[in-house]
């Protein structure tokens, strides 16, 4: 999972602005590899709840890039995230996540505490919680029609 991290990093770092760097403190190259790793962990782990992950990972290091390379940095982010994405949607289920966590529905039983069946990769619910996520689907198109 980290090769896509690095890939990240690796096509940016000749381009990240380091500021004077006092002993003891990391660097603004090791701040950008640490929140690629972190973005792409989270891609992995927490997928369905990771709205956005390239723009977040945008926010996170565009600090630490000079005015000029912006864009380009929104593009590599953008491309390699959705490489990472496609590569998580293709993998078998095993019942685990590629951190070694076992999958769980995303939905909450009657008695409040979270479900503990084996969800289905395409949206994250178990076969008996489908209906949430036809919801979760209508409400999003309704938000978006309300929006237009
Ligand atoms: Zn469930």
Redesign the pocket.
Known sequence: MYRFSRAIYRELANEIVEGPTTAGTISNHERVLKACESAIERLATDRHYFARPARSLFNDIRPYFPMSSQARVFQVIDRYIACADEFLSRQPMTGYDLAGNPLQ?R?TTRKGTP?Q?M?LPHNG??P??QHLAETEETQAREAALAAA
């Open positions: 529905c939905a479900c069946r969800p619910y178990c008996s919680h």
